[in-house]
């Protein structure tokens, strides 16, 4: 039997751990330091992701390791109108990660934009199953922000979704979903 406590089990997202992982392989891409060389210069450009409509009442919670109960349970709140909703934080600036880490408020951080959608379009981003150009333009995902700096770094903003896309990870509601 597994411990549930092991943070060496797989990385499961959304997480403080898949966060992190997030953070190294950014910072670890050549690529990605290339073609975002002078975002976040002269302007803001940390981000807010904010995944709603998560399907915490379908989870088997008790199955979960402790850090994630933990998390579950400090940084998610339920709405009326979007469902359960979680907030992390990734600081971008110059081709590199400056830090990201799960928020309870976006009051929390001094933001430049804030990318929002359903969690079901955040795993298809991470699936690969459609690309965050596509999905900002379809209307899947909302940004508070300059689009026109995004659409100027598009390259980047590509590579980041690919970066994610490329992690070896599971969905909470997935792995633990009940009966």
């Known amino acids: 039997m597994a411990n549930k406590d092991s943070t060496t089990d797989s990385l499961i997202f959304p997480s403080q751990a898949w966060f992190s992982t997030y953070e190294d392989r950014i910072n670890e891409d050549d690529e990605y330091e290339e073609i975002s060389e002078g975002w976040g ?46 907030l992390a934080y990734l600081g971008l600036e110059d081709g590199e990660c400056t830090g990201t880490r799960l928020v309870e408020s976006e009051d929390e951080v001094d933001n430049g934009f804030h990318l929002t959608a359903t969690t079901e379009k955040w795993k298809s981003l991470l699936k690969q199953e459609q690309g965050i150009i596509d999905g900002l333009m379809s209307g899947d995902f909302e940004l508070d922000g300059d689009m026109q700096k995004v659409l100027q770094y598009s390259d980047a903003a590509v590579r980041l979704t690919d970066l994610a896309g490329s992690l070896d990870d599971e969905f909470a509601d997935e792995k633990f979903r009940r009966g």
């Open 41 to 86: 210069v002269g302007f803001n450009g940390d981000f807010i992701f904010e995944l709603t409509e998560m399907p915490v009442d379908e989870m088997d919670i008790d199955a979960m390791p402790t850090y994630l109960q933990e998390e579950i349970t400090t940084y998610l709140r339920e709405t009326d109108d979007r469902g359960y909703v979680g």
